[in-house]
């Protein structure tokens, strides 16, 4: 059991969840607002011997030397790899601290987004139409660039509506291409596809100006990653053919810092993360709390 666990910002616990969370730790701290500085979160954390973190703050090194108590973190968001972490991972683990993170949590939502999306587009629902007359996926040619759980749930879904899926992945995926999806070298992709999906890992960009020079224009491309899958200059100067579209959920999908992109007629930004539904903070949650038990018991 934890002397004290603390949240040092929102971390999207369902209710349900922050209650059993006391059964974990002689007292819990659940601070509703982000800090605004690196010695707010030493603060926050105190003598806490366990933590936990959203995607929006930063646990580095620094904090960590400062926080001499902390023997767990927990992310409530999602690690894909120790060097694209918002915890020092590394010098946690030098320390004997544990760090562990959930994946996978808010894959469902971002289905939706996509086909929703590509529906409304093609169709002219609600939006102008991209061709002069309405689309149906059936047959449609989408390439998906990255086929981890996100993408190769969203390719699934596509080829069920009867799309023409391929797919640019860093390994080869047998089942899916028994499945009848077709694996491309990504500039071939590029070239061949009418839509162009990214679901990659955070901090992974593919897309420069030699890939944006394949894409071609009147295409549409679609960002489901959390943080940029492109190059922003390429991107900019490919988007000055207003015949191209470009589709994201969240503002840092773009990956402008000036705030230009998301102004222009062919960039559709919902502004908001697909992800994060009623089910995937419920999924969240469980994951949150099934990290905190197996740390417990592996640590008694």
Same mark, same amino acid.
């Given at each position: 059991?934890?002397?004290?666990?603390?949240?040092?910002? +929102?971390? *999207?616990?369902?209710?349900?969840?922050?209650?059993?969370?006391?059964?974990?730790?002689?007292?819990?701290?659940?601070?509703?607002?982000?800090?605004?500085?690196?010695?707010?979160?030493?603060?926050?954390?105190?003598? *806490?011997?366990?933590?936990?973190?959203?995607?929006?703050?930063?646990? +580095?090194?620094?904090?960590?030397?400062?926080?001499?108590?902390?023997?767990?973190?927990?992310?409530?968001?999602?690690?894909?790899?120790?060097?694209?972490?918002?915890?020092?991972?590394?010098?946690?683990?030098?320390?004997?601290?544990?760090?562990?993170?959930?994946?996978?949590?808010?894959?469902?939502?971002?289905?939706?987004?996509?086909?929703?999306?590509?529906?409304?587009?093609?169709?002219?629902?609600?939006?102008?139409? $991209?061709?002069?007359?309405?689309?149906?996926?059936?047959?449609?040619?989408?390439?998906?660039?990255?086929?981890?759980? *996100?993408?190769?749930?969203?390719?699934?879904?596509?080829?069920?509506?009867?799309?023409?899926?391929?797919?640019?992945?860093?390994?080869?995926?047998?089942?899916?291409?028994?499945?009848?999806?077709?694996?491309?070298?990504?500039?071939?992709?590029?070239?061949?596809?009418?839509?162009?999906?990214?679901?990659?890992?955070?901090?992974?960009?593919?897309?420069?100006?030699?890939?944006?020079?394949?894409?071609?224009?009147?295409?549409?491309?679609?960002?489901?990653?959390?943080?940029?899958?492109?190059?922003?200059?390429?991107?900019?100067? $490919?988007?000055?053919?207003?015949? %191209?579209?470009?589709?994201?959920?969240?503002?840092?999908?773009?990956?402008?810092?000036?705030?230009?992109?998301?102004?222009?007629?062919?960039?559709?930004?919902?502004?908001?993360?697909?992800?994060?539904?009623?089910?995937?903070?419920?999924?969240?949650?469980?994951?949150?709390?099934? %990290?905190?038990?197996?740390?417990?018991?592996? %640590?008694?």
């Amino acid at each position: 059991m934890f002397e004290k666990i603390t949240a040092i910002e +929102p971390v *999207s616990l369902i209710p349900e969840a922050q209650e059993e969370l006391k059964q974990y730790a002689g007292e819990v701290v659940l601070y509703d607002d982000i800090p605004g500085s690196e010695d707010e979160i030493v603060r926050r954390i105190g003598d *806490s011997d366990g933590v936990l973190v959203s995607y929006t703050s930063q646990i +580095p090194k620094s904090v960590l030397e400062r926080c001499p108590n902390v023997r767990y973190v927990g992310m409530c968001c999602s690690l894909y790899s120790e060097a694209s972490a918002n915890v020092d991972i590394a010098y946690a683990r030098e320390h004997g601290i544990q760090v562990l993170g959930i994946r996978d949590y808010g894959d469902r939502g971002v289905v939706e987004y996509v086909l929703y999306q590509l529906i409304r587009i093609l169709h002219g629902f609600d939006y102008p139409m $991209w061709q002069d007359e309405p689309l149906e996926l059936t047959n449609f040619p989408v390439g998906i660039v990255g086929l981890g759980v *996100s993408g190769g749930m969203v390719a699934d879904a596509l080829q069920m509506m009867g799309a023409k899926v391929s797919y640019y992945s860093r390994t080869r995926k047998p089942q899916k291409e028994a499945a009848g999806m077709e694996y491309l070298p990504l500039n071939d992709l590029l070239a061949r596809s009418q839509a162009v999906i990214t679901c990659l890992n955070k901090n992974v960009i593919l897309l420069h100006e030699e890939q944006f020079g394949c894409l071609g224009n009147k295409k549409i491309l679609m960002n489901t990653s959390i943080g940029p899958a492109s190059d922003t200059d390429a991107l900019a100067k $490919w988007l000055e053919c207003r015949d %191209n579209l470009y589709c994201c959920d969240t503002e840092a999908a773009i990956g402008d810092g000036t705030g230009k992109l998301i102004d222009r007629d062919n960039v559709i930004c919902m502004k908001t993360s697909v992800g994060r539904t009623k089910q995937a903070f419920e999924l969240l949650s469980r994951k949150v709390l099934d %990290n905190i038990q197996k740390y417990l018991e592996e %640590n008694v």
